[in-house]
Structures are given as C-alpha cells and as structure tokens.
C-alpha cells in the first residue's frame, strides 16, 4: 500500500498497528526532490540519520553527483523503514549556499579566505610553540556527538596519546555525561542495558524527562503502533508540559523542575512499602538495598507532593503501574540530566528496575538515552572526559594496557587528574591557562551556558581559537582560523545510537569546495606534529576510516564496547549491529546484564563512582570493599531544592528544550526550508493561568531575564504547569538581517542569554533546564500568532486564529507497506 503524507503536518505519518510480543511492521518511507522521479536516482548510498540518537537507517538518493532524497532502511532493526522530520528534509542543508568552502585566517581583525597550507600551518606553529611555552596543558580540545567514531578515535589518540593533554571533552558534557555518569554509578561501566526492541515487549513503559515524540520521532511511531495494536502498554510520563507522550500517558505527572529526585523517592519508597520487589534479585545482583530503602524510607508520596506539586494520588497511582508492570521500559533524558541533581535522579530510575528485577530481558529494560547521533563512540573512543575503550584512568593497569595498545609509555597519556571536563576547559580557557582551543562540529556560541560569558571568553586576545564547521557559526565569527568540514554524505564513518547499534554511514556525494572530512583534518594536524610512539614509529598509523575503524577495533578489544567482530562488510549488511559484536556474540548483542554479568569487579570498572550528593570521589580501597564481587550497586540519594528558586524579582520559573522541526544550534534544520517554515523564530510557553493573572495573549512580545541576562520572544500559551515558562534553545543569531554577529537592530533571542553557568556534582552537566526567571510585556501583538508549531508540545491551548502547522507539496513523503506487513515486498527491497 503506498500513500503520501505531508509530514509537516502528520510528523509521525500514518500507523502500522501490532501487537505486543509481534515485530514491528515495516513501512518506507522515501522523499524525493521536486521533479525527481525514483527511476531517475542513479545511486542509493547507505547511511544513518545525524539529527539526532535513533539511528534511523537510510539510503541517499544521488543523480548527477548531487544528493536528491532520501529513503529508509526496511531491513533495518531501528526504524525499520521509517523517517522523522529531520531524516526526510534535512539531506537539504549540505546544499545550502552558505556552505564554508576555503580555509579561513584571521589578518588584521578580519577572517579572510586562505589556502589549507597556510592554515594548517598556523596552527602547527601555534601549537609548537604553546607546547615549548607552556606545555601540553595550555592546549584544548571541545569536540562533538555528531563527528564519526572514527574521526572520534583519531583525535583522542593524537590529543591524549601525542600532545599529552588532558583537556579534551565533547559536547556530549551538555548532552549524555548524565547517562554515562548513571551507568558508571550503577554498573561500574558505560553501555546501555536496553534496546528499541524492548518497546515492542513492554506492558509498561516510563519515560523520565523524555520528549521522545520530538525528540526520536521514528521510536515514537514505534510507541503509537504499539498503543493501536493488540495488548497495547500504559505510559507513566513524568515532564512538565503538555507533550504527546504526556497526553498519550496513563499516569502523567508534571512537578516542578529541579525536583527529580523527590518524586523518585517517592516512587521508589511506595515501591518498597507495597513489597513489589524482587527480593532474590536484589540478593544475587545488587549490593546496596538497605541503605536505598533507608533513604527513600521517608519519603511517602504526601511528602512528595509537598516538594513536586504533583498530588500524592498520581503518585501512588505511578507508582503501581511501575511496580505491577510484567515487563518495564524505562527512558531518561534531559528533563533529568540539565538539573542539579542529574545523576542522583538518573541512578533512581536505575535503582527501581534492579529492584525489580527488571533488566536484561525483552521488554525489561533501562535506556539512559543518547541525544547526539554520535555521541556514544565520543564516549567509547575517548573524546570525552573519559579513556578510550571505557578504560578507568585510575587502574594503572588499563592505562598500561592503552599504553600498549598505543605503543607509547604510560606516562604519555595523562592520568594524574580525572580528564578535564568542558566546564572546566571553558573556566581554563577563560583564567588564560588553556591558551589553544580547538572546537569542532559544535557551536558553545549558541548552545553554553550563559552566552555573554562565552562570547567574551572566546574573543580574548591570548586564545588561539580553532573552529572546524560547515558554516560560519556563531562560533566560528571569534576564531583565529577556520577549517571548513565535510560532513555526512560527504565522507564514511561509522556511529553508534542510543541502544548500541553500530551504523555505516558513506559517502554519496564530494564535499563543496575544499572542504575537507574531520578525519583528514586531524590526521593532516598529526602527520605535521610528526607524533611518534616509542619506537619512533607514527603514533598515527591509519590514513583511511576503513583503517581508523580497524585501529579501534584493536583498542576495543576486550573491553565491553567490544567492536572486533565488526567489520565495514558487515556493516553493509541488511542492519546495523549492536555492540558488543566479538567471536562470542558475533551477531552482535541486544541487552547487556541479561547474565547478571557486569563490569562492575573492582579491576574491570570504568570508575570507581562518586558519592552522589558532592561528587566526591569514592576511594578505590572503598570501593573494592564495598563491591568486591562487582555486582550492581543500588545508590539513595537525599532530595536537594534546585539552587535558583523563584523570588519576587523572579518569580517564573524557566526551562529550556526543543522542538520537533530544528536541531539544536539549527545550523542545518535552519537551512532547509520545510522545517525552517514549521518554526521559523524563537518563542516562549506559558500556561493559560498565567497569561491570564498577567493579561498576556498569544503573540505579545515579552522579554525573560534572568540574573544572567535576557531575551525577547513571541509568547505561546499552552498546557504548560502553572508557573513555568519554556523557550526552545534552537535560535542563534547567524539568520538575523545582518547576516553573522549580534545585530544592533535585533534583540538576543537565545535561550543561552539567561541559562547560569551551574553543573551537576557529578556528571558536571550543565543545568539548563532550571532557572528563576521575569517576564515582561514589550509590546502587544493582537491577531499575530507565535511563530511555535501546533503539533507538538508548544500546541495552543486555544487553536482559534492560531494557524495551524503544515508543509504542502514539497513537505510529502511517501509511505509504502505492504499488506502483510512485510516492507520488502513492497518497497522493491533495499539495497
Ligand atoms: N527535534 C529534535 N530532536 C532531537 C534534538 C533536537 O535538537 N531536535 N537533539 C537531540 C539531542 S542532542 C538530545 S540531548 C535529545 C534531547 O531530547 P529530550 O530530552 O527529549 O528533549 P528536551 O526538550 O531537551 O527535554 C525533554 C523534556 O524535559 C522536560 N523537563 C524540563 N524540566 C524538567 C524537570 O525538571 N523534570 C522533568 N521530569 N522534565 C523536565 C521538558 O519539558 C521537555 O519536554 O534530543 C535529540 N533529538
Ligand atoms: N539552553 C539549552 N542549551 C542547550 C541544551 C538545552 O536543552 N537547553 N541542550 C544541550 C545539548 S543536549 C546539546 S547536544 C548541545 C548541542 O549544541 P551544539 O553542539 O553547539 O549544537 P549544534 O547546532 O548541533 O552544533 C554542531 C555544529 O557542528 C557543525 N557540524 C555538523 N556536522 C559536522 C561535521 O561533520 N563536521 C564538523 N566539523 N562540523 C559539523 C554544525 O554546523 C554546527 O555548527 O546544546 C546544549 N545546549
Ligand atoms: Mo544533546
């Protein structure tokens, strides 16, 4: 059956109902250039989509060397077929005119167009001499979670192995350091226990903080068929606003922010009050339970309600879905990792499915999810404030064995100190000891926290700052050079989503210009600083991804983000592959702890974990007593208020997010006319109390400002809590008249104006979903609607005169299923 859905305004498409305990039924979907038919495409190139942690497999339709459309991977585990929003336009932003072509130096205050020699040679030269100065600490590097593992790899390598710097982080700080953080905690390692497939199994599934209809649109299609077929499951949805997943909730509860942990507690106690645990698992598998069970010992639901302002009624109702449910899904996203008690609320979710049992079998399954396409391999590889391989830079014998790996002293690689993470690298940046910084495929400023710090941090005199991009982004404006990036479908790489599954992503069409794949930038830089291992050979011996991939596989080996059974030829197989793939799981493996098995023992953990209120270090004597057979730990938390409350001046509430239509900083969603249109500027959510206590319509200019700053936005008024106000981080300032820096003409916009420059203990996460804020009226706009999307969380509550969100004719997708539900028949197979 084939039929074409504009899916602007059908976002989710049209539904494949099935069953629980049946495979999810295949649907293609494909989208094509105006005038494009598909007998015209000359190549279909393999890939995955890079907006967002999904996954969501793909082909490129390519004709006379340019991209035209794309289609989804039936064959694929993750979507089976299925595109969002982002994955069937966003192909559309590699084309933008804009595009950086040449290098670019900054001369005499001006960045002006320069060969690659000339720039590559400037910074070797600065990098030279800062390291005869000031040594490798005066260096920085702030990379990303949508380059390649690949290119991920090379850059731990030549940073922490040839430089000997330990200031190298990702963006995955703002993004996944929680989640990493929350495993380390309870399972002594990294890796997702879960997989999508537990979605199909669940008779409940719990989302924490999570917008997931938004957010990985195509899981959600998953969820909806769910919810349309046979044994459907009920959803416990714990956010603040009104999003579908909330209105699609059996149980939705909506506390004010910042109190995570309060309304676990007292989750966890009605749990262990009722005695709806698992007492035999917790004795063999966990170590901790008295201490959890004394902590949350008083916390009842009435006390709760105190701190959350949700009723004790809806909590003691969550709580029995939660400890009745066969088999349950749990996810955590941002709406628990921005907060000040990020970890300590992330462990809880842990916490209730080991005490339950509930872990390692399909449809019982925990997913602290990923945000960035590629932000599980800036973990894996060492990108990030971590080791590669999930190595823990306080056992000395997995530094030697990288050492070995390597072929360098131990010595070499930095690990007297936990590796610096960006908050800190920023703070270094900013004292003048950092005096190198190097960012790539990440834009800090637009999306750190309180921007006008980081504006004037980045453009001090003494820091060499680096900017490897597609676009001349905010950030790019305050760099001494510029390097312009190919970015996907304009090289091959592979990546890893949110449940672990590996990707092939290859190159259909040649970057514009000179740009060049961040892989050949890094191994340009290492070949130049002619980094050597310890007998002199290259540090860097890989020239190709294919050979990257294959030097990783190496450093894999062993450890639980085991890659050596994965192959680029296995990779162009019907579907991506799950980690670990090694000669024991050679299929690759959908859960982790199914046995029991952890990585927790004393000499094969990541981290020896830290206590959850300070972030203090726990001791590895500690530790080793504590947990000697390595088992899962059960860690309590005391609940914390958020540490900016509403006061007079103040007296709003503020969190920040996203939208269906835009990608984060909107460097590429912004350029694609579709999702452009379906939310073209900035906006803020208000509940309909609210803006009545404070005659306020819909479309009023406002400005919200915080102690840090503020911005002005067109005001929504929606199902939000009392309270709260929401602005979506997506908008910068690159598409303000003047074309690039902050315009005279044009008041800031960015949520990041306002945000505080606070991190949670732990993770070190920025908290951008908790601040204080005013609001105030600029002007009244009667009969001017918001320029926020009807069809997701920021909806009206009154749709009269507010039009709603639509696509028309370039915005259509075509959906093909077949009548059995099998995709392959119909969609003609996939290559
Ligand atoms: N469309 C789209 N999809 C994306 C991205 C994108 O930019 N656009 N980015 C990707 C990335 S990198 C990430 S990290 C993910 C993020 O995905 P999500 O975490 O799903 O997205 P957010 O909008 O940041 O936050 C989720 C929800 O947290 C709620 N929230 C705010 N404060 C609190 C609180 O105190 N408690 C609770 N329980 N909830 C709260 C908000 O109301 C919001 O609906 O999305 C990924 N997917
Ligand atoms: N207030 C607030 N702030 C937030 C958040 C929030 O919820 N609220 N969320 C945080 C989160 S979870 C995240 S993940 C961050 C995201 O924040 P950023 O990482 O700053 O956002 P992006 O717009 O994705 O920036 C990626 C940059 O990389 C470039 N790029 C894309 N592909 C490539 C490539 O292949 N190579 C190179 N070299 N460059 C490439 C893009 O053009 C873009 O400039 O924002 C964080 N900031
Ligand atoms: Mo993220």
Redesign the pocket.
């Known amino acids: 059956m084939e039929t074409s859905v504009d899916r602007i305004a059908e976002p989710w498409g049209s539904r494949t109902p099935y069953a629980r305990g049946e495979s999810w039924p295949a649907r293609m979907d494909t989208h094509l250039a105006e005038g494009v038919a598909p007998d015209t495409v000359d190549r279909w190139v393999r890939t995955a989509s ?1 907006l967002h942690s999904d996954g969501d497999a793909m082909d490129v339709a390519v004709r006379d060397g340019r991209m035209v459309g794309v289609r989804g991977r039936v064959t694929d585990r993750v979507n089976r077929g299925r595109l969002g929003p982002k994955d069937a336009f966003g192909w559309r932003a590699n084309a933008a005119s804009d595009r950086l072509t040449v290098p670019l130096i900054r001369r005499d205050g001006h960045l002006v167009e320069t060969d690659w020699d000339t720039a590559m040679r400037a910074v070797v030269d600065r990098s030279r001499d800062l390291l005869e100065e000031r040594g490798p600490g005066a260096m920085g590097f702030y990379t ?5 593992l690949e290119e991920y790899y090379t850059l731990a390598v030549l940073a922490r192995g040839g430089i000997g710097t330990n200031h190298l982080d990702g ?2 700080r ?3 350091s929680t989640a990493a953080e929350a495993l380390k905690e309870s399972f002594g390692c990294d890796g997702q226990p879960g997989t999508y497939d537990d979605i199909d199994h669940a008779d409940v599934i719990a989302l924490f903080g999570h917008n997931v209809a938004e957010t990985q649109p195509v899981q959600w299609m998953r969820i909806l068929d769910r919810l349309e077929g046979g044994d459907p499951p009920r959803l416990v949805c714990v956010d603040p606003r009104p999003t579908l997943v909330a209105r699609a909730a059996t149980v939705h509860l909506a506390p004010r922010i910042g109190t995570n942990v309060a309304l676990l507690n007292a989750l966890l106690h009605e749990i262990i009050r009722t005695g709806r645990v698992d007492h035999g698992y917790i004795e063999a598998r966990t170590v901790g339970f008295e201490q959890l069970a004394k902590t949350v010992a008083d916390c009842t639901p009435e006390w709760a309600e105190r701190i959350c302002d949700v009723p004790a009624a809806r909590i003691v109702e969550a709580a029995e879905l939660l400890g009745t449910a066969d088999r349950l899904l749990s996810t955590v996203l ?1 709406g628990v990792y ?1 907060s000040h008690q990020a970890t300590a609320a992330a462990v809880q979710i842990n916490n209730l499915h080991l005490i339950r049992g509930m872990l390692g079998r399909p449809g019982a399954g925990v997913l602290q999810m990923n ?2 396409p590629t ?1 599980q391999n800036t973990r894996e590889c060492g990108a990030d404030g971590d080791l590669p391989g999930f190595r823990n830079w306080q056992n000395d014998h997995h530094v030697a064995d990288l050492a070995e790996v390597w072929n360098v002293e131990p010595a070499t690689i930095p690990h007297f100190a936990p590796p610096t993470h960006a908050m800190q690298i920023f703070r270094y940046a900013e004292q003048g000891t950092i005096r190198m910084l190097w960012i ?5 400023a ?4 309180e921007l006008s710090r980081i504006r004037s941090l980045l453009a001090q005199e003494r820091l060499f700052v680096v900017v ?4 001349l ?1 905010e ?1 790019a404006q305050f760099a001494d050079v510029v ?1 312009p ?4 479908g304009e ?1 091959t790489g592979a990546f890893t989503n949110a449940d672990r599954t590996v990707h092939l992503s290859e190159k259909a069409v040649e970057p514009p210009g000179q740009a060049r794949p ?1 892989l050949d930038i890094f191994l340009d830089y290492a070949r130049r600083m002619d980094f050597r291992d310890k007998d002199g050979g290259p540090l860097i011996s890989w020239h190709d991804a294919e050979s990257a991939f294959e030097a990783w596989k190496r450093c894999s080996a062993g450890r639980p983000c085991d890659y050596t059974g994965l192959t680029y030829a296995a990779l162009r197989g019907d579907s991506g592959i799950q980690w670990p793939c090694n000669a024991q799981a050679p299929e690759g493996t959908a859960r982790l702890y199914g046995d029991g098995v952890t990585w927790a023992a004393p000499d094969t953990c990541e981290t020896y974990g830290k206590d959850l209120i300070t972030g203090a270090s726990v001791p590895p004597e500690e530790y080793r007593s504590g947990n000697p057979d390595g088992k899962a730990m059960l860690k309590g938390a005391e609940f914390l208020p958020p540490h900016e409350e509403p006061d007079s001046d103040f007296p709003f509430q503020l969190t ?3 939208t269906l239509y835009h ?6 969603t912004g350029r694609v006319p579709q999702l452009n249109a379906a939310a073209p500027d900035v906006w803020v959510e208000i509940s309909s109390s609210d803006a009545v206590a404070h005659a306020l319509d819909e479309g009023d200019l406002v400005e919200v400002t915080t102690p840090r700053g503020s911005l002005r936005a067109r005001l929504r008024v929606t199902g939000i809590r009392r309270g709260l106000l929401f ?1 979506p ?1 997506h908008y910068g300032y690159w598409d303000t008249p003047s074309g690039c820096g902050p315009d005279e003409s044009t008041a800031p916009r960015a ?2 104006e306002t ?1 505080v420059t606070d991190w949670d203990p732990v993770s070190k996460q ?1 908290l ?2 908790t601040a204080a804020a005013a609001l105030t009226l600029v002007e009244k706009r009667p009969g001017q609607p918001a320029p926020a999307p009807t069809t997701t969380a920021s909806a009206p509550s009154r749709p009269d005169g507010v039009p709603p969100t639509v696509g028309g004719a370039t915005a259509r997708v075509r959906e093909t299923t077949s009548p059995d539900g099998d995709g392959h028949t119909a969609a003609g197979g996939n290559r």
Do not use: E, Y
């Open positions: 890079i990303s979670g949508q380059l390649f963006n995955t703002l993004c996944t941002q921005q945000g960035q932000a790539s495929g990440t834009n800090p637009v999306s750190l926290p490897q991009d597609l676009f982004t950030t390097l990036a190919a970015t996907w090289k961040d920040t997010g996203r990608f984060h900083t909107r460097t590429k602005v981080f949520a990041n945000t920025p951008f979903k």
